[in-house]
């Protein structure tokens, strides 16, 4: 069975970058998998933020970034604010209309 | 602007069959080339994917919860449904529908661009 693997949580302070990443119990992580990035705050539905690897959805900022990292996919915050913490949610698409979400990163702003 | 909305029993006894509906509001369900997809996270844990289905009913579900899921489209009245049988407490979860679209330079729906709200489904005696 596949897995996806993401980190559990992250701490950043206000202002610093942080790169999440979402990997494969088995493998790596490429744009064939078309990655896309979920924001997630208690009691709210999921945001869509990032698909197709790198193109960001309509009204996110720019502040967040898509991409590949080694064999890896990797979502990037630069200069995180207050309102950016949250849990992050990446998907990878198995082909066969088959998409598996990752267990979630916990981001904490402090 | 195309909106979703999930409704449905809130309870479900276990062993019974847990049924809930999506209504697109806001534009056709018809329109634009879209999967339509169920989601669910229990309490404190992650999302995951149920399955999805196409207005011509082409369906895919997630294999873990194949022989229990059924998705159906109703075009006329906008909606599209999921039924889970024989639920037991592991069942219990906000249950969220989600628009699935093509991503860029894919002939692939692989990315959910639009959510519902979620509606919670507890699944007890």
């Known amino acids: 069975q596949t897995v996806v693997t993401q980190e559990p949580s992250f701490s950043v302070s206000p202002g610093e970058t942080v790169t999440f990443t979402c990997g494969l119990s088995s493998g790596s992580v490429s744009t064939n998998y078309y990655p896309s990035w979920y924001q997630q705050t208690p009691g709210q539905a999921p945001r869509t933020l990032i698909y197709?690897?790198?193109t960001r959805s309509s009204g996110v900022p720019d502040r967040f970034s898509g991409s590949i990292l080694g064999n890896k996919a990797a979502l990037t915050i630069r200069g995180a604010q207050a309102d950016d913490e949250s849990d992050y949610y990446c998907v990878l698409y198995m082909g066969s209309g088959i998409s598996v979400f990752g267990g979630g990163t916990k981001l904490t702003v402090l | 602007q195309v909106q979703l909305q999930e409704s449905g029993p809130g309870l479900v006894k276990p062993s019974q069959t847990l049924s809930l509906t999506c209504t697109v509001s806001g534009g056709s369900i018809s329109s634009g080339s879209y999967y339509w997809s169920w989601i669910r996270q229990p309490a404190g844990k992650g999302l995951e994917y149920i399955g999805r289905?196409?207005?011509?009913?082409?369906?895919n579900y997630n294999p873990s919860l194949n022989s229990r899921v059924t998705m159906s489209v109703d075009t006329s009245k906008n909606q599209f449904s999921l039924k889970l049988t024989s639920v037991t407490a592991a069942d219990t979860a906000v249950y969220y529908c989600?628009?699935?679209?093509?991503?860029?330079?894919?002939?692939?729906?692989?990315?959910?661009?639009?959510w519902g709200q979620g509606t919670l489904v507890t699944v007890s005696s």
């Open positions: 989600a628009r699935v679209a093509r991503g860029v330079s894919s002939y692939l729906h692989d990315h959910f661009d639009l």
């Open positions: 197709s690897t790198n």
């Open positions: 289905i196409y207005t011509s009913g082409h369906t």
